[in-house]
């Protein structure tokens, strides 16, 4: 299991996940950020920093996001595991099911 991170965060990217994240694990993309499942060692310190709480742990995610536990794998399907986000800084890997979110900047 790992950490995932959900809708909320869609077009926010606040980054004080990847500030706080000991193992350079949470890569940006375009519209969200993602946490590697095989590089996280779920420790959980980026839950709390996640000032619109959009990150869980797999199994606590909530009903309606529970699609995000993909949507975070899908991202690194083609990127693979680098290593590290530092090494490779933002992509513009966003899987479609996030490209084509209606966008919150409207709410």
Request: proline fraction near 7%.
């Amino acid at each position: 299991m790992t950490y995932v991170i959900a809708e909320p965060c869609v077009d926010i990217k606040d980054k004080a996940c990847i500030e706080e994240c000991p193992v350079d694990c949470i890569y940006e993309g375009t519209r969200m950020l993602y946490i590697h499942p095989d590089e996280c060692v779920d420790c959980g310190a980026c839950e709390p920093v996640c000032p619109v709480e959009s990150i869980y742990y797999e199994d606590d995610l909530p009903e309606q996001w529970r699609g995000y536990s993909q949507i975070n794998a899908d991202f690194f399907a083609e990127l693979g595991s680098p290593g590290g986000s530092s090494k490779i800084g933002a992509t513009d890997n966003d899987p479609v099911a996030v490209k084509t979110l209606e966008s919150k900047a409207g709410l």
